[in-house]
């Protein structure tokens, strides 16, 4: 807006501008200053290997944390290229997600993928309480997660995803007036 809005408009983004930067550095780029090493989930992703003749047991979900198991499952297949499978083990109560890694890895892997549940949980949670939203818009607040940590950018005309579908109310007759 301050570079091509109109004269009104430019007045007042260049306004916002000073004040945006008088609170925050823009010298430094944003990616450099949130990737710490040490606290990069993927910083080992060139010593992790996929092995495909193991099927190892990484970790153990309540059925009803399988939607979200399945993006750690996703982040190691797009992050490390090591596929996952979920098995059943408790009687329709909890699956287990199984991964094709070395033995040395799982740790690790197991690490990251603890990381990404608990995360999704706590945002979702703080933003389930602070905004209103219902959980017909938890799978896509999960989506967008996702999208942000893997830095996939939407494509131009994308849809973003669509929210559960609520029951639909059907018009009912119209009520009965009392007799007069």
């Keep these: 807006m301050a570079e091509r809005g109109t004269i009104h408009e430019v007045a007042i983004a260049e306004i916002k501008l000073a004040s945006l930067r008088s609170r925050y ?62 098995r059943n083990i408790a009687r329709g109560t909890a699956t287990a997600l199984y991964v094709g890694a070395k033995a040395e890895d799982i740790p690790h892997l197991r690490h990251i993928a603890e990381v990404v549940i608990e995360r999704f949980k706590n945002l979702w949670k703080t933003f389930f309480e602070t905004t209103g939203a219902d959980s017909s818009d938890e799978p896509a607040f999960y989506a967008g997660l996702y999208d942000g940590l893997m830095r996939e950018p939407r494509k131009a005309g994308q849809a973003v995803p669509r929210r559960n579908g609520r029951a639909k109310k059907g018009r009912g007759k119209a009520p009965r007036q009392a007799p007069t």
């Design 25 to 86: 550095d823009f010298s430094v780029s944003p990616t450099a200053a949130a990737i710490n090493p040490e606290e990069d989930l993927f910083s080992s992703a060139a010593r992790i290997r996929p092995d495909r003749k193991a099927s190892r047991r990484l970790m153990v979900f309540d059925i009803k944390d399988t939607s979200i198991g399945n993006y750690a499952k996703w982040v190691l297949m797009e992050g490390f290229q090591i596929d996952g499978v979920w």
